[in-house]
């Protein structure tokens, strides 16, 4: 069996994503500009990758043998960069100078400029494609890393996303675990009516995929899940995780338009004092 959360770890990563959730919505109203909404719907996923699972060093994130995460839907930098600050790749002030001129936080992730960040993404639909190679390459080394991504549900609406899952499949690349961040909405509204990827699970079978579906925000699902990935061999592992866009704030959840459009400032307040009342009473 594998192992699991106690009480007390489970606490605390809740307490990490609250502290990550801060952070997305103080960065992005100090740019003025970003991605709230699927930022905050992934916060628990990634909260429990980089602080219960992942192998990697804040000291030395170019260490060879060293987990690797890419975050497909790319314009989710800000939950990105807030779980790297919470984990100690760069300092936390730095998070308010997200989009900035010169800013080693631009609007999409780059690898070139920020520790942690472990590939360049945004152009939707790549994100898998590049994994699965990062996969087979570690494969081809002997190496026992693992690979991790992370894809929005409107993200499976490009092509490129499907020749991935093929590729992953024909590769047996069980050392790949995706997950797909299924908050229903994307910019233009629900998946279902502009285009369509339901049903997400069965897709994923049909292309021999391991799929497991789970509740996106309970941490105790998202590392099970991590964890029976980990014992699948001969083919990659799909996450299917139900979220809510813009998860922590209540005036943004389940609501299309804070998919890119910033907090003003009076709406910071507002969304912090909320976000701090819920951390205060746990």
């Not at 740019?31 to 709230?36: K, N, T």
């Not at 930098?77 to 984990?87: C, D, H, M, N, S």
């Not at 092509?159 to 233009?188: C, P, R, S």
Request: with cysteine; aromatic share 6%.
């Amino acid at each position: 069996m594998s192992k699991k959360l106690t009480k007390q770890q489970v606490s605390q990563l809740e307490g990490y994503a609250k502290a990550i959730r801060s952070s997305i919505v103080s960065m992005v109203t100090e740019a003025q500009s970003g991605h709230p909404g699927g930022s905050l719907s992934a916060a628990d996923i990634l909260t429990t990758l980089y602080f219960a699972e992942m192998n990697v060093d804040p000291k030395n994130p170019q260490q060879v043998d060293r987990d690797r995460l890419v975050l497909s839907k790319g314009h989710a930098a800000p939950v990105l960069y807030a779980t790297l600050a919470e984990r100690g790749f760069f300092p936390k002030e730095e998070l308010l100078t997200l989009r900035k001129i010169n800013s080693r936080l631009q609007g999409h992730p780059s690898m070139k400029s920020l520790p942690g960040v472990d590939m360049s993404t945004g152009s939707l639909g790549q994100g898998l494609s590049i994994a699965s190679g990062m996969a087979l390459a570690a494969r081809l080394d002997g190496s026992t890393h693992r690979i991790y991504t992370i894809l929005g549900d409107g993200e499976l609406e490009e092509g490129m996303v499907w020749e991935g899952a093929m590729f992953a499949a024909h590769y047996k690349l069980d050392n790949l675990t995706a997950f797909v961040d299924f908050n229903g909405l994307q910019i233009d509204g629900p998946v279902s009516v502009v285009m369509s990827p339901l049903p997400i699970p069965e897709k994923w079978q049909a292309f021999n995929w391991h799929v497991i579906e789970i509740d996106g925000h309970d941490i105790n699902a998202i590392y099970d899940a991590i964890q029976t990935a980990k014992t699948v061999k001969g083919k990659p592992t799909m996450i299917v995780a139900s979220t809510v866009k813009g998860k922590g704030v209540c005036q943004m959840e389940n609501k299309a338009e804070w998919h890119g459009a910033a907090p003003s400032r009076e709406q910071c307040e507002l969304f912090m004092a909320q976000l701090n009342d819920i951390e205060a009473g746990d």
